[in-house]
């Protein structure tokens, strides 16, 4: 049978609608295949008890990552181990969506008390910023007969052993911050570890510890209310926040400096395209208003950084603290 005009025209019109579908599904296919990160909720695992900086700045920068993302970001509080059970769990996590806050502890220091980590700082997380720097601050029991550090120096080593000092726990930043301390003051003061900033706080207010250095969030409502006594910091200069208050560096030991830091890191596994995105939206984050605001309240430094910037920040880290953990001989339990 020989088509006709209209047969051919019919046939026509028939392949152009199926080649425009055609076309149509083959914009539609990519586009759809491609997937959005973040596409559900994201895990900020907090390797620490809730109470201390730790959470603080992990808190003011999920708050404004949500926003930032348009997922939300909560933070999941996972203690234990001196931080190593959270960064062990994460390092291991394959959801795309589980992030960590690092730490003066779990990435400089406890590479150097830990004989076996269940995780490796460098190898198993890729950094993504450096969120914020917290000065540690030195503590006393308002009952403790010392008004500074001069005087609280003077007490310790006229009673050597006598008094003792509590941490979030060993190889944390007050642990470190303190023996940091005890090391060039020649202090011979006892540890006594707690499982988090919120447990060593409860006793230290109730003055079953004497001393203890806790980062500035943690404690300056209880210095300011004068539940505390704070004798020195341990900042380059003294904090608006606390103007009376001399560095430890002014009180006879100059070049002292103690601060914490807090950064953002995702698992090795992490897709680059979702690490550079949360790259640059972490540091909007930290650096906005409300998260610079809500730090600078408690005396914390908002900073943000490149990946590469913390990555060599970490690297120099590791180096400081490996020779003050050999010297202060600084073990875990």
């Known amino acids: 049978m020989i088509p006709t005009d209209e047969d051919r025209r019919r046939f026509l019109l028939q392949t152009a609608a199926l080649g425009a579908a055609g076309a149509s599904l083959g914009t539609a296919l990519p586009a759809f295949a491609q997937t959005t990160w973040p596409s559900r909720n994201v895990r900020l695992v907090v390797p620490f008890a809730p109470g201390g900086s730790s959470e603080i700045v992990a808190r003011a920068t999920a708050s404004e990552l949500s926003k930032t993302l348009g997922q939300s970001v909560y933070v999941d509080n996972k203690p ?15 959801d795309q969506h589980t992030l960590i806050l690092g730490h003066i502890g779990t990435l400089a220091v406890n590479p150097y008390i830990y ?12 950094p993504i910023t450096l969120l914020a720097k917290v000065p540690s601050l030195y503590v006393v029991h308002p009952d403790v007969p010392a008004r500074n550090l001069k005087e609280w120096v003077a007490l310790v080593r006229k009673n050597p052993g006598k008094f003792s000092y509590g941490s979030a726990g060993n190889g944390s930043a007050g642990h470190l911050a303190m023996e940091y301390l005890k ?9 006594v570890p707690y499982r988090g900033t919120g447990p060593q706080l409860t006793d230290l207010l109730a003055g079953r510890l004497e ?3 806790v980062g500035a969030p943690a404690i300056i409502q209880f210095i300011k209310a004068g539940k505390l006594r704070c004798i020195a910091t ?13 560095t430890v560096a002014e009180q006879g030991f ?5 601060t914490q830091w807090y950064g953002l ?3 090795a596994n992490l897709a680059q395209p979702a690490v550079d995105k949360l790259a640059v939206e972490s540091v909007k984050a930290i650096r906005s208003p409300a998260a610079r605001e809500r730090l600078s309240h408690d005396a914390a430094e908002a900073v943000g950084s490149t990946p590469a910037q913390f990555a060599a920040f970490i690297a120099q880290e590791q180096q400081r603290w490996k020779a003050v953990v050999a010297r202060a001989k600084i073990k875990p339990d």
């Not at 001196?82 to 394959?94: L, T």
């Not at 090391?183 to 540890?191: G, Q, T």
């Not at 341990?234 to 926040?241: A, D, N």
Request: net charge negative.
């Open 80 to 94: 234990g181990g001196g931080g190593n059970i959270a960064m062990g769990e994460v390092a291991r996590s394959e």
């Open 115 to 126: 004989d076996k980590l269940p995780y490796d700082p460098n190898r198993d997380f890729k």
């Open 183 to 191: 090391m060039v003051a020649d202090l011979y003061i006892l540890h």
């Open 211 to 213: 001393a203890a250095s």
């Open 234 to 246: 341990g900042s380059k200069e003294r904090l608006p926040q606390l103007p009376d208050v001399p």
């Open 254 to 258: 100059p070049g002292f400096e103690m």
């Open 265 to 267: 890191c995702a698992p």
